[in-house]
């Protein structure tokens, strides 16, 4: 691959440009600074990366999404959550026995220390459930002294299924602590996803019995959930980590990052923003007109992505799951018919059409979401379950490279200029 060559004034030199698995190309700046001095400017990294990564292929122009080489369609049809996990972290397809091994650690360590039940206590009961998610999985590095060294790929890979296994017990106290219910403990006999919507929906004086096709829409949705190559919660954990930081520490800086509206917290809004329209007549369009104002902050939530310049691909599986799960269900949310109706009068309109919005994972997740009996609140702690494998394959690609680095990006400065102290009396 040629070279490319940088002008600067008199001067020129020659950068090497790097090409990826998939023919994608990217300039290798890393000794711009050293040989003339200058830094590149970046704002939000859209056109830079910071790593080389063999986790996840992500085609924002043509909509493709693939882990380790795997198709995000075949994956949903084929595999499962836990599988998808030992994928992403292990980087190939478990045999049968590798797979029964991991799917037995995980059932086996899904209880958290008992001691950790008083944590809850002390959130207020109006507390969202994403924070107490984020402050107890920091929290459970106290509870491992003995596997925290980021460095001992022992260690990594016991707090790693560690954590798979007992994310959603603490989801699911987190939800119990916020409607002032019993906590559920864990039932090692149920799969995974079936022992999270026991934990969450059962009492101690009435077990309900998760569905099998609930069980299966949510175990599918974690797996359309579980990477994403470099977006803000995958980087932050990635930046903590980098550090050297435990796992423990970097996963919960991943579930903060994620936390916020314009990332994970999207999908809760969306429903939000669904249940207004309904309430002010649902009449999308007028909602349209005001996504379109620059005068106005409001904007479609679920709609536009920084790398998606096309469908969203899990939009699109999920869009199709919302109609089997919804009539399995036997749910009739008008949200659903309201958000197709919006889905099409947004695709339609040419503000949409030349900034190339589309929905994204977000749009159509959370009405899924609402028809199992997730209250709101709960949605991008359900994101943070599915989204952890790919959070920990990303770390773990981090942590085991010999070239990694602690990250530290430069800044083009646009502060005062050296100027004196100004005594008090003078100011
Ligand atoms: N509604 C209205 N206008 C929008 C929307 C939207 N949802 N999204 C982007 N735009 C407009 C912007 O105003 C901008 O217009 P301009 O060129 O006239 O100034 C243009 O489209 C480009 O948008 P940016 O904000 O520059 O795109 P960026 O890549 O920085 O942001 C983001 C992407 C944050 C996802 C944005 O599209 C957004 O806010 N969407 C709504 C929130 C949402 O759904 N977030 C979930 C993302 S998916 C996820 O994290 C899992």
Excluded: C
């Amino acid at each position: 691959m040629d070279d490319a060559t940088l002008a600067i004034g008199e001067e020129t030199i020659e950068l090497p440009v790097v090409e990826d698995s998939e023919g994608g190309r990217a300039v290798d700046i890393s000794a711009l600074r050293s040989t003339t001095g200058l830094i590149t400017y970046d704002k939000g990294y859209g056109s830079t990366a910071e790593t080389e990564s063999a986790v996840t292929y992500l085609n924002g122009e043509e909509g493709i999404l693939r882990y380790r080489g795997y198709s995000i369609e075949d994956l949903a049809e084929k595999s499962t959550f836990l599988e998808v996990s030992y994928l992403l972290y292990y980087g190939t397809l478990p045999n049968a026995a590798q797979l029964e091994d991991y799917v037995e650690t995980i059932r086996r360590h899904t209880l958290v220390r008992e001691d950790m039940r008083h944590l809850f206590d002390v959130f207020p009961a109006d507390a969202h459930p994403m924070q107490m998610l984020a402050s107890a999985t920091s929290a459970m590095a106290t509870y491992y002294p003995d596997a925290l060294d980021p460095l001992d790929p022992v260690s990594a890979d016991i707090s790693a299924r560690r954590l798979i296994a007992k994310l959603p017990t603490i989801a699911a106290w987190a939800f119990k602590h916020s409607v002032s219910q019993p906590f559920i403990y864990p039932r090692n006999e149920l799969e995974y996803t079936a022992n999270f919507l026991n934990m969450m929906f059962s009492l101690p004086v009435e077990q309900t019995t998760p569905s099998p096709a609930v069980s299966k829409a949510l175990d599918v949705l974690f797996i359309l959930h579980a990477d994403h190559s470099q977006n803000l919660s995958s980087s932050a954990v990635r930046l903590v980590g980098s550090g050297q930081a435990n796992v423990f520490s970097s996963v919960s800086a991943g579930i903060h990052a994620l936390s916020g509206p314009l990332h994970g917290g999207a999908n809760q809004q969306v429903v939000e923003m669904l249940d207004a329209m309904l309430a002010d007549g649902g009449n999308s369009d007028s909602w349209i007109t005001r996504a379109k104002d620059k005068d106005d902050p409001f904007r479609l939530m679920g709609f536009g992505h920084r790398v998606y310049k096309n469908f969203d691909p899990r939009a699109r599986l999920i869009k199709k799951y919302a109609r089997d799960v919804l009539d399995e269900i036997g749910t009739d949310d008008p949200v659903l018919e309201l958000a197709m109706e919006l889905e099409q009068h947004a695709l339609a309109d040419e503000y949409f059409v030349e900034r190339k919005l589309y929905p994204n994972v977000d749009f159509y997740s959370g009405i899924i979401y609402r028809a199992m009996g997730f209250p709101a609140e709960m949605f991008t702690v359900l994101f943070a379950i599915g989204r952890l494998p790919g959070w920990l394959a990303q770390w773990r690609e981090m942590i085991t490279d010999p070239n990694s680095r602690i990250q530290r990006p430069r800044q083009v400065y646009t502060g005062a200029t050296e100027r004196p102290y100004i005594a008090m009396d003078q100011r």
